[in-house]
């Protein structure tokens, strides 16, 4: 039985040694050569005392960024990526509340890594790599690692304007990559073109699918969903046959009506997660794949990406909504309504909030009790011992098939382009622009905008280009109102419902 992700790896590095694990634009690299690299990466943390502790990986989108991620675990430590267009003053945020040991970056971002390390140390890539790493030492880290210890961090946005820290442990990762290789028939023979940022929870899972197979991961370059033709054709060259994206670059591509233009012959699977993916886009991959598998996947970073799925098995019209289905193995999904009641399962069209109870639950947000106990709570319907189910703010109902479909969210997050987005933490860092008085952020769902709404003496380009330094660029919103004044409530607040009028 698999313990620890480095157990992956050490089996594909045994069984395919020579073969690609991943490539990106600049090179491949091999499971063997993957094991190498990250052990001496873990080589490094060990040499330093470094346990059990959070380790930054600042680099490019990149093959890398994967030996990074297995140098911390083989190390017994835990990794947390950091983009790195991310703005400095979020980045900050980010290192206050995770005080990691040590960032790993390389020489092309040493300095932007050494403007936000303050006192942690920045150690660089290319250097590790001409280091050596002792087995026994790492054999001796490993065994005193348990399941339940933290693989990663990831960050996602905050309503307060500090960015959470989820937290997830080596198990919920294992217990998640056995569902996906067991439902979706993952092999050796599998090659993923891989979509999502390593700081998004997508890419867990061709990353741990291809360490666990034996597969192949092509790190897709970015540029590509602008260029349909480079992009088809750069998943044609690599014999691409299992996609998982974010709907939003599924819609992309049907959008530019390149996906009956390019076929790709060996594409067989295409899964999606992250948001809504509407059927008028899916409709038009359909056609073109009639044959392929099709599932829609769902889930938030806290549940280690993905606790319910729908295999589509029937035809859609464009304007119905599809399933999020059932619950994984493993997983439990309880929908409560207000009074903390499930809602029943035979009864089409109640609505309540989607609760997940099981391995896939996250630990929490790191250093952050207040938001943890807030999402993380007791199970209601468990009075007698302690069970925390994780509180996703997401309201579903049952349709009359007995399937889970979403509706909307409870608060102000949203998906804009794939990214989740806290509107709160955009209206966190507008508050701060010097001549702003109010400001109400909101999100046109038909149109994909996010919506500035604001009073004060500024104009509205001042606004946007004062923020830039606060959050990253899809967040910045992409309609601005300059307003005399601000619609209030009877509650004295600001008037959401009289602003969504004006969208
Ligand atoms: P993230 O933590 O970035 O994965 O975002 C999680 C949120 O994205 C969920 O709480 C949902 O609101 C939304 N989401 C994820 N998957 C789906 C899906 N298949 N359909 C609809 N919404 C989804």
């Given amino acids: 039985m698999t313990r620890l992700v480095t157990d992956y790896l050490d089996n594909s590095a045994k069984d395919f040694p020579n073969k690609t694990a991943f ?15 990250a052990k001496k990466i ?7 005392s470094v346990f059990k502790s959070p380790v930054v990986v600042y680099l490019e989108k990149s093959v890398e960024v994967i030996s990074c ?10 990794y947390t990526p950091i983009d790195v267009t991310m703005p400095e003053s979020r980045v900050s945020k980010i290192m206050e509340t995770l005080s990691p040991a040590l960032i790993i970056t390389d020489g092309e971002h040493k300095e932007a890594a050494s403007a936000f390390a303050g006192n942690t140390p920045v150690l660089l890539y290319e250097e590790i790599q001409k280091g050596t790493f002792d087995d026994k030492a790492i054999s001796a880290a490993l065994n005193r690692v348990i399941d339940t210890d933290v693989l990663y961090v990831l960050f996602t946005s905050g309503s307060t304007g500090t960015p959470k820290g989820v937290i997830i442990n080596q198990k919920a990762v294992i217990d998640y990559a056995e569902w996906v290789t067991n439902t979706f028939n993952i092999s050796s023979e599998t090659i993923f073109g891989e979509q999502a940022p390593f700081y998004f929870d997508n890419s867990i899972l061709d990353i741990y699918q291809t360490l666990k197979n034996g597969a192949t991961c092509y790190i897709i370059p970015q540029k590509f969903f602008m260029l349909p033709k480079n992009l088809f054709g750069y998943l044609t060259e690599k014999k691409v046959n299992t996609i998982f994206w974010v709907p939003s670059a599924l819609c992309i591509m049907a959008n530019l009506k390149a996906v009956d233009k390019f076929i790709v012959p060996t594409l067989q699977k295409i899964l999606f997660c992250g948001e809504v993916m509407p059927n008028k886009q899916l409709n038009v991959w359909r056609k073109s794949y009639p044959n392929a598998l099709y599932a829609n996947l769902y889930g938030p970073t806290e549940i280690t990406d993905v606790c319910a799925y729908y295999i589509v098995d029937r035809e859609f019209a464009d304007d119905e909504s599809l399933p999020i289905g059932f619950p994984c193995k493993n997983t439990d999904i309880l929908v409560l309504d207000d009074e903390n009641k499930l809602v029943p399962t035979t009864t089409a069209n109640v609505k309540g909030e989607l609760c997940v109870r099981g391995t896939c639950n996250s630990l929490g947000y790191y250093n952050n009790p207040e938001k943890t106990q807030a999402a993380f709570v007791q199970n209601p319907l ?14 579903v109902h049952y349709n009359e098939h007995g399937e889970i479909m979403y509706d909307c969210r409870k608060d102000f997050q949203i998906k804009h382009m794939g990214h989740r987005i806290e509107l709160g933490e955009i209206e966190t860092a507008i508050s701060a622009v010097e001549g702003v008085e109010q400001n109400c952020c909101l999100y046109d769902t038909e149109k994909s905008k996010i919506v500035m709404f604001y009073t004060g003496s500024i104009e509205p380009q001042a606004v946007v280009d004062a923020i830039k330094n606060a959050v990253p660029d899809y967040m910045i919103p992409n309609k601005k109102v300059k307003l005399d004044k601000m619609p209030i409530n009877l509650n004295g607040k600001i008037d959401r419902v009289e602003l969504k009028k004006m969208l």
């Fill in 69 to 78: 991620f297995m140098g911390a675990a083989y190390s017994g430590n835990f």
């Fill in 23 to 37: 490539a990106d634009e600049k090179r491949g690299i091999t499971f063997s050569e993957l094991q190498k690299e």
């Fill in 42 to 48: 873990a080589q490094v943390l060990i040499d330093r």
């Fill in 382 to 395: 468990n009075t007698v011992y302690n069970e925390i189910i994780y509180r996703t703010g997401d309201v």
